[in-house]
């Protein structure tokens, strides 16, 4: 057997490799990797063992030729490379070279073939965009409304569709959720991308080390099994299960107790944004687990192995908590990604993107015990919600899909007249043969016509908007004649908000009132 493996040298293509390399019916392995990435040798010297497994490709998956040398002969291509925050905010272009483009290079050369391989494309909860208790939990099929300026988001949005919508035999589509991986630490402090953390946005989070054994997982339960009817051409989303559902405090608290402090002693409730991040607990996270059993690690886990192979972190509990904070966290104000800069610098678009304005970031309490936190039992208003039973999967407060969602094989064609008007849309084909891959003829409510199939609309919650072929995020307006969005959107945005968020062409943040 022949596979190929992109993003090898990331976080979870390490934890990956790691995996395969155990599977002994694995003859060769391909990989992508960029010229100028320097992890491809400490890697290689790693698997030394498996050097005559191994054919390295230099070059760039935008590169098509690339592609098409690196997929020939193959039996699976396993698509793990991506541009992802905070790289794809300083480097917007890149995201979209390798999130967009490389993903469509990567899937006309494999549609090309006569045999194709098997493709496992790697999708985000990124997709779902903003979540709130309103609405914490999520699954396969809910609205994919990407946050205002997550070029990642966007761009990933639009590899999956190219994916979905291709002529690709056998593929499956797997939304991985935030991942504890053993660089996070170090990613999370050279830049201000931690202050787009929610402190009560909903988070399921799973460990690089259990992300791999799922994708080895895949390859050897399909090399025993027929995994045709319950696995392949599906999405499903990669969690960590329920014992990992906490939130944006949570996951900051716990990384603080190494040092013997909590989220409060190191921030303060004006450092992080109130909206506009990415996450949701996955009601549907137990049926991949229930097919590859690979929900393995704790949240707790984690901490606590972080903890033993880095003592230096146990140092910081003799360190004063307010040195920490100048020098750990305040010093990260002066990054263009914190919202101290966006203020200080006038950024008013993002400023009201991740804040709802300029007023809202400024009247933020600098006292803990003036914000409300849903850890605390409280809601927005200060009201008593209680946190625990809100994680329990059984209390899930889902939306209204305007279908049964749990009727996976009979969808009739008054099922998709029913989404695509509750869309603010038409169905324009006039006949629909219950097969969910069959291409179907759209309407939005901006009267543009798009092709896509029942699976892509209904199963993985696709619907064509601006924010499909520009840098446009339309949602405000979207959602006034669209109830499918409206339900997640209003959530944490006001049905008065009119505005239009986009980038320039030279990645600028803009907003305009529609």
Known sequence: MQIV????????????????VKLDFIDKFKFLVLPDDKRIKKLLKKYKKFKNKFEIIYGNIAEKVKCQKLVAGCDYVINLAAVIPPH???????????NEVGANALVS??????????????STVALY????????????????LVSPYDIYSATKLRGEFRVLESKIKTWVV???????HKNMLSDNMSDGLMFHTCFNAPLE???????????????????????SKVFWKRCFNIGGGQVNCITGYDTLNDGFKMIGGSTKDFFKPY?????????????????????????????????QKIAKTHKIYSAGKIVPKGLISTFAIKRLFKSKNSPAYWAKHKDEAKLIAYFGSREAYENLSKDWSKFNLLVENKDENGEFIDYQSLRQKENAKLINYYYDIDNYQNIT???????????GGKLLSDSFNGDLYTKLDWLTQDGEEFTASAFTVMKAGHWYNPIYRENVWDFDRLSKKDKIFAQIWLDSHDANENNRYYFDENFNAKIEKN
Request: charged share 25%; hydrophobic share 35%.
């Open 109 to 122: 050369s494999i549609e090309e073939l006569e045999s194709q391989p098997k493709y496992i494309h790697i």
């Open 129 to 144: 965009g903003n979540r709130n208790y309103k609405h914490a939990w999520g699954q396969i099929g809910d609205p994919l």
């Open 271 to 303: 450092y992080n944004a109130t909206r506009n991040f990415h996450g949701m607990w996955f009601y549907d996270g137990n049926l991949l687990n229930e097919l590859f059993d690979y929900q393995k690690q704790t949240t707790d886990m984690y901490w």
């Open 88 to 98: 794809s905010d300083q480097h917007p272009e890149k995201a979209i070279e390798c």
């Open 413 to 423: 064609i008054k099922d998709l007249q029913k989404v695509a008007e509750a869309h």
């Open 174 to 180: 797997l939304r991985q959720t935030a991942m504890l």
């Open 5 to 20: 493996v992109t993003g090898i040298t990331g976080n979870m293509g390490q934890a990956t490799l790691e995996e395969l």
């Open 205 to 227: 989070w799973a460990t690089a080390h259990d992300s791999g054994v799922l994708i080895a997982s895949i390859l050897k339960e399909d090399r025993e099994k027929d995994l």
